[in-house]
């Protein structure tokens, strides 16, 4: 049984999308579990339309948004489906447009999602404010283990807001980001010789060159 659409690289328009919510919608006993639409130009509008396709009662449980183009607007759009969402486990949404704006529509919808694991959000452009804004999201959530947010530019100031928030988050075990700020963060919390016993999270620096 079909459990998987890729529909990645595949230069879909908004009359797509359009059409693919529909055909969601006539088909409830569908199980498809997971759905692949990176790298479309699908923007706002189509984030838009596809938050519609989150509020529905479907066994997705993967979304990949990843290099969609989707701005603020969209996120606004699906953080709110999202919010509510009790089904989707993973979503990706590297390298589109999130500004801290759209962290902080993000960072609304983690305080009161309760089934999403995994938040891929590389690429972006969340910058300190963005970093805040997750954090204070994270702070409420018990659901995600594994964040992907490396490329984000965050300086030390968001490195801390999130090293905070890892520190009393009980979930979160694996953390991927492209910055030492953040294990300045985490080591000046606790003492060296107590920082792996003490943590559970598996920080994943990667250093350019």
């Known amino acids: ?11 879909l328009t908004y009359a797509d999308i359009v059409k693919l919510a529909e055909d969601f919608k006539v088909d409830q ?5 997971t759905l692949k639409l990176g790298f479309n130009d699908l923007r706002d509008e189509g984030a ?5 396709m989150l509020r529905q009662d479907s066994m997705l449980t993967c979304w990949d948004l990843g290099f969609c183009s989707i ?5 606004e759009s699906l ?25 902080k529509h993000l960072g609304n919808a983690l305080a009161s999602n ?23 999201g994270l702070r409420f959530n018990y659901s995600i283990e594994k964040l992907f947010i490396n490329g984000n530019k965050i300086d030390k100031d968001g490195a ?3 090293s905070d928030t890892l520190a009393a988050n009980h979930t979160i075990t694996h953390l ?12 000046r919390l606790i003492p060296r010789d107590e920082f792996i016993s003490f943590f559970r999270v598996t920080i994943i620096l990667e250093t350019k060159g």
């Open 1 to 11: 049984m079909l459990d998987s659409i890729n529909l990645s690289h595949k230069s």
């Open 29 to 33: 006993d569908q199980d498809i579990r």
């Open 48 to 52: 838009i339309f596809i938050s519609s």
């Open 71 to 75: 701005g603020d607007r969209g996120m």
């Open 79 to 103: 953080a709110s489906s999202l919010a509510s969402n009790t089904t989707i486990r993973i979503l990706y949404l590297s390298g589109n447009l999130l500004s801290p704006v759209g962290f």
């Open 114 to 136: 309760k089934t999403l694991v995994a938040l891929y959000v590389t690429g972006n452009a969340a910058k300190a404010e963005g970093a805040k804004q997750l954090a204070k």
């Open 160 to 162: 801390s807001s999130l």
């Open 176 to 187: 991927n980001m492209v910055s030492h700020a953040l294990l300045e963060c985490y080591t």
